[in-house]
T-cell receptor, first 114, second 112 residues
Framework: KNQVEQSPQSLIILEGKNCTLQ??????????LRWYKQDTGRGPVSLTI?????NTKSNGRYTATLDADTKQSSLHITASQLSDSASYIC?????????????FGKGTTLSVSS | KAGVTQTPRYLIKTRGQQVTLSCSPI?????VSWYQQTPGQGLQFLFE???????NKGNFPGRFSGRQFSNSRSEMNVSTLELGDSALYLC???????????FGPGTRLLVL
């Protein structure tokens, strides 16, 4: 069964600190993996998208890594800011005979405090 | 370029009623996808439309339906509403489905 598991479920860190969010997946056939940031009351915004051959991709203070062998991805946030408080969602895309399927993780809620 | 817009932003309905939600994609985008988001289940894929045709479908009952118009605008309909249909309904557009999706702000539906 295609699944995406994210950990931790929630996280509280101090402003300026770094943190790493995890995403493990059992999705086949794998097409790509995306990380989204969703602020409260808003729609998700894409942070990164990685295909099978990409190991790392950065977007400002956000760096995503992908290990296709172990089927794990991480999102590292450097020097956190209050505005990083949001839900971070990992989405894995699979392409099959029926078309493209998107499998969503339930997200990690990050709270950055001053 | 204007982003994805959804109307209405908030909606209150009672059980048994039906509801229609609207989504206008980014200009030039032909793919529109709909999602349901609840605290317990997270984001769940409803369906995707591309050039007025349903291209992909999630695992939702037939009460959930949609359509896309020639200008790529899309509507989603839920009939015979149930309490469990209370959720944030998000619409996302992309140029061709496989590219990065851009989400709208969502329609928050409350079923009483």
């Amino acid at each position: 069964k295609n699944q995406v598991e994210q950990s931790p479920q929630s996280l509280i860190i101090l402003e300026g600190k770094n943190c790493t969010l995890q995403c493990n997946y059992t999705v086949s056939p794998f097409s790509n993996l995306r990380w989204y940031k969703q602020d409260t009351g808003r729609g998700p915004v894409s942070l990164t998208i990685m295909t099978f051959s990409e190991n790392t991709k950065s977007n400002g203070r956000y760096t995503a890594t992908l290990d296709a062998d172990t089927k794990q991805s991480s999102l590292h946030i450097t020097a956190s800011q209050l505005s990083d408080s949001a839900s971070y969602i990992c989405v894995v895309s699979a392409i099959g005979q029926a078309g493209t399927a998107l499998i969503f993780g339930k997200g990690t809620t990050l709270s950055v405090s001053s | 370029k204007a982003g994805v817009t959804q109307t209405p932003r908030y909606l209150i309905k009672t059980r048994g009623q039906q509801v229609t939600l609207s989504c206008s994609p980014i200009s030039g985008h032909r793919s529109v996808s709909w999602y349901q988001q609840t605290p317990g289940q997270g984001l769940q894929f409803l369906f995707e439309y591309f050039s007025e045709t349903q291209r992909n479908k999630g695992n939702f009952p037939g009460r959930f339906s949609g359509r896309q118009f020639s200008n790529s605008r899309s509507e989603m309909n839920v009939s015979t509403l149930e309490l469990g249909d209370s959720a944030l309904y998000l619409c996302a557009s992309s140029a061709d489905g496989g590219e990065t999706q851009y989400f709208g702000p969502g329609t928050r539906l409350l079923v009483l």
